[in-house]
């Protein structure tokens, strides 16, 4: 399962994955798009796994989007069956492996017991010292920058603090992200160039990856490519360097 770290590999802190592919994985097999999120779904354990034992101190993955609400019914009511999926077959291994668990996105659309069992999750895991795993569910970068926008809006009304203090540090400090190191580098799976509206701030100066291979079918071989393209970019910053 775990994997040697090649010493000339450098390793993000902060690493996202879009999580694509998983229905087209599935038809390919005479699979329903179901069975494919199933398997998804038991990646995001094999791959949170194999990034702790490389070094990764954090990884967010984008398992449900704002827009996802609008894939056919029988799809969604089942992604919404995730979190006691993900409670009932990980938890185990996450405490096992010192596996710190958080979520993003927002939780106004979440039934009750969906939202009990992500805070859980969340306070059980909460003083582990190993890997944070981001559950991006119902995450969307446009939500949540404007949440972070009306906060900090609600602060000015209230006389707490002025226009003029507003900074691109406090706006970070509002973000569902706010105590994850800065990102790294996002890998997209299955071919598609585009990042859906995810992590837009947090992606201004990370390193992008887009592999054509399915979420379900992504494992230890294409997470090495991905370091190895990483390790080999000149991380400038918008500035200049020999």
Same mark, same amino acid.
């Given at each position: ?19 694509? $592919? &998983?229905?087209? !994985?599935?038809?390919?097999? $005479? ?37 996802? !609400? ?39 659309? %979440? ?45 000015? =009304? &209230? ?13 970070? &400090? ?8 800065? %990102?790294?580098? %996002?890998?997209?799976?299955? $071919? ?8 837009? !701030? ?12 399915? !979420?379900?079918?992504?494992? =230890?071989?294409? %997470? ?16 200049? =360097?020999?």
């Amino acid at each position: 399962m775990f994997l040697k770290k090649p010493k000339t590999i450098t390793i993000p802190k902060h690493l996202a994955i879009i999580l694509d $592919g &998983n229905g087209r !994985w599935a038809q390919a097999r $005479g699979l329903s798009r179901t069975q494919g999120h199933q398997v998804g779904i038991e990646n995001i354990r094999k791959v949170a796994l194999l990034c702790q034992s490389m070094g990764v101190k954090a990884l967010s993955v984008y398992a449900f989007s704002t827009e996802n !609400w609008n894939r056919p019914k029988n799809e969604v009511e089942y992604l919404m069956t995730l979190p006691s999926e993900f409670e009932k077959k990980f938890s185990s291994d996450f405490e096992k492996y010192d596996i710190k668990v958080m979520f993003s996105g927002r939780k106004s659309k %979440l039934t009750k017991e969906n939202l009990e069992i992500l805070d859980r999750i969340t306070s059980l895991s909460k003083d582990r010292q190993g890997l944070i795993l981001n559950i991006c569910f119902d995450y969307g970068s446009y939500t949540e920058i404007t949440e972070a926008v009306q906060t900090i809006a609600t602060d000015v =009304k &209230n006389g707490i603090i002025e226009p003029q203090d507003i900074t691109q540090e406090m706006i970070t &400090n509002h973000l569902y992200t706010k105590d994850l190191p800065p %990102l790294d580098l %996002l890998i997209r799976t299955s $071919g598609e160039l585009r990042l859906s509206n995810f992590l837009l !701030w947090q992606a201004a100066y990370a390193e992008f990856y887009f592999t054509k291979v399915h !979420w379900p079918a992504f494992g =230890k071989t294409e %997470l090495l490519k991905a370091f190895e393209s990483y390790t080999s970019r000149n991380r400038r910053f918008g500035a200049i =360097k020999g």
